[in-house]
């Protein structure tokens, strides 16, 4: 079998893209021959496999549609298309996100930019044979929005790879803490981010705020993304290319996401055996469990504090960590799972 990924950005990045590079090297281990289809690719990321980089149009309004047309006229023959963009024709089609339900979540009135991506997920999703969600939330907002029948999408949840991700020795952990300028005094929230307002950073930086005389440690918030966040809460770290080192460098990882179709990142830090503050209408949560009640509603500021005091009680009691990583997921997230289900179903 040959394979082809299409998706939009071929280089590290956020979940999406840590997620399409752990597929390839899930195929490549398999020796089936697999090829990328793309609008852009990191010079690091050409040399993994064959790399097609097909531009990007430099209207915004028009660029999936652009990439659809050049994909369709540039796939390889003889292979099977598993896509992560809003391209036409996919034999899977990945859904970690979709349009409609952002508009809806961000109670965002639709440009035209927002129109014609809409109508571009209405062609790739009646078009595609099969729409693999990554969560049943997903799953749900394509039935609402989209009118897709049930039987041809199915919940996979997504891989992560749990030889990059996994609890690190006190020892290392403390010099990590060294290395990233994180103080011992400091109860240090990860906040992976690439849209800050999606993700919730002003509801966070007020529930601080709003804290700032009852916490026994400071909370620092260490932002990692491309775009910076100017204020004195945030330790900008810009993109971090190893994530497992952060995640256990600090104490938690927090998102007060609007809109979180699955948030791959819940899952990382479990697994690297830090707890998670997160909003309830993350699609991960479907998969983790509440053990330590960190979990808050949405929108929603004075739950969101009482979890932050939890927090800090955690901290004052050594007990930001996680015994048992493994154990908080309710499924299996290997890599080679994850590729045996893609495998039955394409």
Not at 74 to 85: E, L, M, R
Not at 156 to 178: C, G, M, S, T, W
């Amino acid at each position: 079998m040959n394979i082809c990924i299409a998706t939009d950005k071929f280089q590290p990045s956020g979940g999406m893209e840590r997620y399409v590079f752990d597929l390839l090297h899930g195929f490549l281990e398999r020796k089936i021959s697999t090829e990328v289809l793309t609008m852009k690719a990191s010079e690091q990321y050409r040399k993994i496999c064959p790399v097609q980089v097909l531009g990007e149009f430099p209207i915004a309004q028009l660029k999936y549609t652009f990439f659809n047309q050049r994909v369709q006229k540039n796939i390889p023959h003889s292979h099977k298309i598993i896509a992560t963009s809003l391209i036409d024709n996919a034999d899977i089609l990945i859904c970690g996100g979709n349009h409609l339900g952002f508009l809806s979540a961000m109670e965002k009135k639709a440009s035209l930019k927002d129109k014609l991506t809409v109508k571009r997920g209405i062609s790739a999703y009646k078009t595609a044979k099969k729409i693999v969600s990554h969560s049943n939330l997903m799953k749900k907002e394509l039935q609402n929005f989209y009118q897709i029948d049930a039987e041809k999408i199915i919940t996979i949840y997504p891989a992560v790879d749990e030889k990059k991700f996994h609890p690190l020795p006190e020892n290392e952990r403390l010099n990590l803490r060294q290395k990233f300028g994180f103080k011992e005094s400091e109860n240090i929230l990860v906040f992976p981010s690439g849209d800050h307002k999606r993700k919730g950073l002003s509801l966070i930086i007020q529930a601080i705020r709003n804290l700032e005389n009852q916490l026994q440690f400071p909370i620092k918030i260490a932002l990692c993304g491309s775009h910076k966040y100017e204020d004195d809460l945030i330790v900008n770290l810009g993109l971090v290319k190893n994530m497992c080192e952060l995640y256990n460098a600090a104490d938690f990882t927090i998102l007060a996401s609007k809109y979180e179709p699955f948030g791959l990142v819940g899952v990382e830090s479990i697994l690297c055996g830090r707890k998670i503050i997160f909003a309830d209408n993350c699609g991960c949560l479907e998969v983790i469990k509440n053990t330590d009640n960190l979990f808050f509603k949405h929108h929603n500021l004075l739950d969101l504090q009482e979890k932050l005091l939890l927090a800090d009680k955690m901290k004052a009691e050594n007990q930001t960590a996680i015994k048992n990583s493994k154990e908080g997921i309710f499924y299996n997230p290997s890599l080679d799972e994850h590729i045996d289900k893609l495998l039955e179903i394409i």
